[in-house]
């Protein structure tokens, strides 16, 4: 088990707060990780893979417009991606990410590229990650990534 998701758990436990997830890049492994910690029922409410475009805009409410003018892969859609499941499963917090994973480049972004973005009440905090790797170690990378800071984030 995480240590930094045992620590969001039981922050989050603490305050009576509650969390949502949308992942692209990470596949569900960012939610697998919260939910290995016992207790994580008290917080998560929920997460959705948007592994598509089509997902994203069907599912996140994430505009066509804003991903034809941003990319699939950017700040923007990442926090789109946040609004939207935070709206949608009505919680506290949420994590969303975005980014490619490899062997290469997709449309023009290079493998390792990850967007995070985490939205709650009084934040909006996006960070942009140069991973270097295969996609498992890009993948992992993002999850350690968006726990980290999320634990900053719930501790300051």
Same mark, same amino acid.
């Given at each position: ?20 997830? /949308?992942?692209?890049? %990470?596949?569900?492994?960012?939610? #697998?990780?919260? $939910?290995?910690? !016992? @207790?994580?029922? &008290? ?43 935070? /709206?949608?499963?009505? %919680?506290?917090?949420?994590?969303? #990410?975005?980014? $490619?994973?490899? !062997? @290469?480049?997709? &449309? ?49």
């Amino acid at each position: 088990m995480n240590t930094l998701s045992s620590a969001i758990v039981e922050s989050l436990k603490l305050k009576g707060e509650t969390l949502s997830i /949308a992942e692209s890049i %990470t596949g569900g492994a960012l939610t #697998s990780e919260i $939910v290995s910690v !016992p @207790g994580a029922s &008290h917080i998560l409410k929920g997460s959705i893979v948007a592994y598509s475009v089509e997902i994203k805009m069907r599912e996140l409410s994430v505009p066509q417009e804003l991903i034809d003018r941003a990319g699939v892969v950017s700040e923007e859609v990442a926090l789109a991606m946040a609004d939207g499941i935070r /709206a949608r499963m009505n %919680t506290t917090w949420s994590i969303a #990410s975005t980014g $490619v994973a490899g !062997p @290469g480049p997709h &449309h023009g972004i290079a493998a390792g590229t990850v967007w995070l973005a985490i939205v709650g009440p009084d934040t909006r905090e996006t960070v942009k990650l140069a991973l270097e790797g295969d996609r498992e170690t890009v993948r992992r990378g993002a999850v350690e990534s968006a726990l980290g800071v999320f634990t900053r984030i719930l501790s300051a």
